[in-house]
């Protein structure tokens, strides 16, 4: 067993591991920090303030069941069952390297939660966001602003065409674009390269974005960029969705995670073979796949009773 050490200075390790070891990004890391620093806070209040505390509880299940008691007061389930994950992780990391003497993390209550189904658009709707996106104002013919106009049509060609994580577009470069052979090469979670087909549509947005992108447009150039030049983070390309949906009130919203839910239960209607929609999905277990079938079933329900040919008959 090492020294023991305080459970700061231990979260500033485990961030560090999860960044270079793990490949996270900066977004994750940073909320993963965040979910990490009020449990830090909260077993501080239990007089639990490094490793050796931890080891020495005599009743961790008991005091970890009142710091649940104490988030389900604050917060929803799904946010309790989230931020407990990440408490998992950060007490498997500390038994992985000999700060504890046992992983405290199966100790740890799970509040029950209620799987919901993932939101998603009607076909005809995301046609009609994509149009909408294509018709913005392109001041006059002013080439300064026509590009920002050209990257905000091609950030939702891209995110629905190819069913990317917000993160994953915003890492895009110009060299992980292969045109000839319709593939992009996308970094997702834990740093796990995949490549994903991408259609026309989104091919034609990149080449127009291209053409009138200013500046560096190399292989180690990011596709999507502010005004100023720099990478398009991902508070900047939820905010530019936002900002679609305000200039066209008659649209339903959505977010940008709900343009790759609409993309993998598009594709499932369709008849895409689910291993296939994991595959581009970047999904490492096919279970999370697998909720777009429930997607897809209430969907055929809801037509069926709309539909059927016997349905007036028993009405009437």
């Known amino acids: 067993m090492k020294t023991s050490a305080s459970l700061s200075s231990l979260q500033a ?5 999860l960044e270079q070891v793990r ?10 920090g965040s979910d990490l620093g009020e449990w830090i806070r909260l077993l501080a209040r239990a007089e639990m303030k490094s490793s050796e505390d931890l080891d020495r509880c005599q009743n961790p299940r008991s005091v970890f069941r009142e710091l649940l008691e104490h988030r389900m ?9 989230r931020k407990l994950s990440v408490l998992r992780g950060f007490f498997g990391y500390l038994k992985e390297n000999d700060w504890i003497s046992r992983d405290l993390g199966p100790l740890l209550p799970s509040p029950r939660v209620k799987r919901r189904l993932p939101r998603f658009a009607e076909v005809e709707e995301v046609e009609n966001m994509l149009v909408a996106a294509a ?4 001041e006059n013919g002013d080439s300064e602003v026509q590009w920002l106009a050209d990257r905000d049509l091609a950030l939702w060609e891209v995110m629905y065409g190819a ?13 992980d674009l292969s045109p000839d052979e319709g593939w992009l090469r996308v970094r997702g979670k834990g740093g796990k390269s995949r ?4 259609g026309p549509p989104g091919w034609i947005a990149l080449e127009r974005l291209k053409s009138s992108t200013p500046g560096d447009r190399s292989e180690t150039t990011p596709v999507f960029r502010g005004y100023k030049g720099e990478r398009l983070q991902v508070r900047g390309i939820r905010r ?8 066209h009130p008659e649209l339903r919203a959505l977010s940008p995670h709900g343009l790759r839910h609409s993309y993998a239960t598009h594709l499932l209607a369709a008849g895409a073979d689910l291993r296939a929609i994991q595959e581009m999905l970047g999904h490492s277990q096919l279970s999370t796949t697998q909720r777009y079938t429930h997607v897809d079933l209430k969907t055929l329900v809801a037509d069926y009773q709309l539909f ?5 008959k028993r009405e009437g």
């Open 73 to 81: 007061r604050v917060l929803e389930r799904t946010s309790v069952s």
């Open 13 to 17: 390790d485990y961030l560090g591991f």
């Open 308 to 312: 059927h040919p016997l349905k007036p």
């Open 135 to 138: 018709s913005l104002p392109r």
């Open 163 to 175: 069913g990317l994580r917000i993160g994953e577009v915003s890492l895009l470069n110009w060299g």
């Open 23 to 32: 490949r996270m990004s900066t977004e994750t890391i940073r909320a993963y």
């Open 195 to 198: 490549q994903v087909p991408l």
């Open 240 to 247: 530019r969705l936002e900002k679609l949906f305000v200039r």
